[in-house]
């Protein structure tokens, strides 16, 4: 009898979860269908104010990870269209140089850059964070915008930590560029491009995700979410060094990772997808605030400050 009584009561517990995982992906979807769209871009920019969007940076220096497609492109352009020094961080050498022709051509601006190297790897992060110093430039923006979704678990010979793990790659990123953003605090700006799929996942302890039964979309989610995080906390460590930190994510964009990813997800909203530019408005809008206008440790979506958490009751 008491085995029987553990049994359905562990069957329970498993049921109510199952429950509880469903209700919250269908407000999830629902909510997401009405505000992370492109009819949910149109509807909050109603209340955006142009003039935001017109300051010049000549001779900023700004670092985007990720730059080759996609957001990490879009925010590349969006900036070298206003002036700025960009950097562009890609992975892929042949589709980097393309991205990079694209820009300086279609943007007129000279001094847009290229660094080809993979930021999956901490090591060659140091290596670039090494060659970078030594040109003695300030940082005026880092965006972190490099992100990865795969179906299958793969690992790196760094001590085996999976590829898909982006908090650490983040992390690194940003704390060998601290002394080059200090140059220009209180001005400096550290913007990190989450995803709305973090509102899926809880913070977990397990960031590799040691389970058996991998699943890339909750890995991503889970990665997104410590991501939010960590700016969160890096707002509090460094608040006296006069840094900013800020976590956004873009709403649902049509960009080639997503079809590639979640095809299923991309052919069912055909159409209703945002564009990569107003997904990546969020992102340049940050990167041109003056940072009095914006909260540390804050997250922000359609340049607004966002909840980090969706409760599900409140949709419906």
Known sequence: MGTLQIRLHISLASLAMFLLKAW?????????????????????????ESEEMEARIEGKNRIVTGANSGLGYATAEGLASRGANVYMICRNKERG?????????TMGNPNVNLEVWDLSSVNEIKSFASRFSSKDLPLHVLVNSAGL?????????????SKLFLCQRTFAMTELMLPLLEKVAPDAQV???????????????????????FE??????RNKRVQVALT?????VHNERGFGFCSMHAGW???????????GFSKSLSGKLRTKQEGADTIIWLALQPKDKLVSG???????????HLYVCSYW
């Not at 629902?30 to 955006?48: M, Q, R």
């Not at 890339?216 to 989610?221: D, K, L, P």
């Open 253 to 263: 964009a049509e960009m080639p990772s997503v079809a590639k990813s979640l095809p």
């Open 216 to 221: 890339g979309v909750e890995q991503y989610a």
């Open 232 to 236: 969160e906390k890096w707002a509090e």
């Open 149 to 161: 979704l795969e179906h299958k678990r793969i690992t790196m010979p760094e001590g085996c930590i």
């Open 97 to 105: 140089e393309a991205a990079l022709s694209s820009i300086k051509s």
């Open 298 to 308: 804050a997250f922000y979506f359609d340049r607004a400050l966002a909840p980090k």
């Open 24 to 48: 919250r992906a269908t407000a999830f979807g629902v909510y997401g269908y009405h505000n992370f769209t492109k009819p949910g871009f149109a509807e909050h920019a109603k209340k955006f």
């Open 191 to 213: 913007i990190t491009v989450s995803s709305a799929g973090m509102y899926t996942s809880p913070l977990t302890t397990d960031l590799e995700y040691s389970d058996a039964n």
